[in-house]
């Protein structure tokens, strides 16, 4: 069992460890972050909806989004939000609305991602919480759900 301290330690420096080995780092966490809502905002169907919910609050923002995915990635820990609240009181985001924000995710990651494995780290993530949110948000998740057996 060992020391549950030493064991967060060691399991958060393995994690951290393997991302580098596959280029993910904070630096470029903070370009994909950037360059994913630079995109995000240039597109007709999404950008009105985070610039209605937003505003001028893109500098609080964009760095909740690095830790945000720092935490995700590399499992840094600084993140502390509520995403399912959060997304539950945006009330013009339809289902379709999770393809249209994973195929700019992916876009995004082909464009700037170190490493291809870089790619499908991060889209492994993104695909396990788009449909966590949406099974939050309409009881229902939006991509085909492998299963066992
Ligand atoms: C249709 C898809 C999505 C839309 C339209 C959307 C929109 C938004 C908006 C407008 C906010 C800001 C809410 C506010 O501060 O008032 C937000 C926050 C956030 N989004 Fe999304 N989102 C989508 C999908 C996702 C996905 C797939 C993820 C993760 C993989 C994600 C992660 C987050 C996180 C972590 C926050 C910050 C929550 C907090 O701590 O306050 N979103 N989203």
Same mark, same amino acid.
């Given at each position: 069992?060992?020391?549950?301290?030493?064991?967060?330690?060691?399991?958060?420096? +393995? /994690?951290?460890?393997?991302?580098?080995? /596959?280029? #993910?780092? +904070?630096?470029? #966490?903070? %370009?994909?972050?950037? +360059?994913?809502?630079?995109? #995000? *905002?240039?597109?007709?169907? &999404?950008?009105? /909806?985070?610039?209605? =919910?937003? @505003?001028?609050? $893109?500098?609080?923002?964009?760095? *909740?989004?690095?830790?945000?995915?720092?935490?995700?990635? &590399?499992?840094?820990?600084?993140?502390?939000?509520?995403?399912? !609240?959060?997304?539950?009181?945006?009330?013009?985001?339809?289902?379709?609305?999770?393809?249209? $924000?994973?195929?700019?995710?992916?876009?995004?990651?082909?464009?700037?991602?170190?490493? !291809?494995?870089?790619?499908?780290?991060?889209?492994?993530? =993104?695909?396990? #919480?788009?449909?966590?949110?949406?099974?939050?948000?309409? @009881?229902?998740?939006? %991509?085909?759900?492998?299963?066992? @057996?």
């Amino acid at each position: 069992m060992g020391d549950p301290v030493v064991t967060a330690h060691a399991r958060r420096a +393995e /994690i951290q460890r393997r991302a580098n080995v /596959i280029g #993910i780092d +904070e630096a470029y #966490i903070s %370009l994909l972050v950037d +360059e994913f809502y630079r995109r #995000i *905002r240039a597109d007709e169907t &999404l950008g009105p /909806i985070f610039e209605e =919910a937003i @505003g001028d609050r $893109w500098d609080y923002h964009l760095p *909740r989004m690095k830790s945000f995915w720092a935490s995700v990635a &590399l499992n840094a820990g600084t993140y502390s939000g509520q995403p399912v !609240p959060a997304h539950k009181k945006l009330s013009q985001v339809e289902q379709s609305h999770f393809q249209t $924000w994973l195929a700019l995710f992916r876009q995004t990651l082909q464009d700037t991602a170190p490493t !291809p494995e870089a790619v499908d780290y991060f889209m492994e993530r =993104a695909n396990r #919480i788009a449909e966590s949110l949406q099974l939050a948000m309409f @009881g229902f998740p939006g %991509l085909p759900v492998k299963r066992q @057996g």
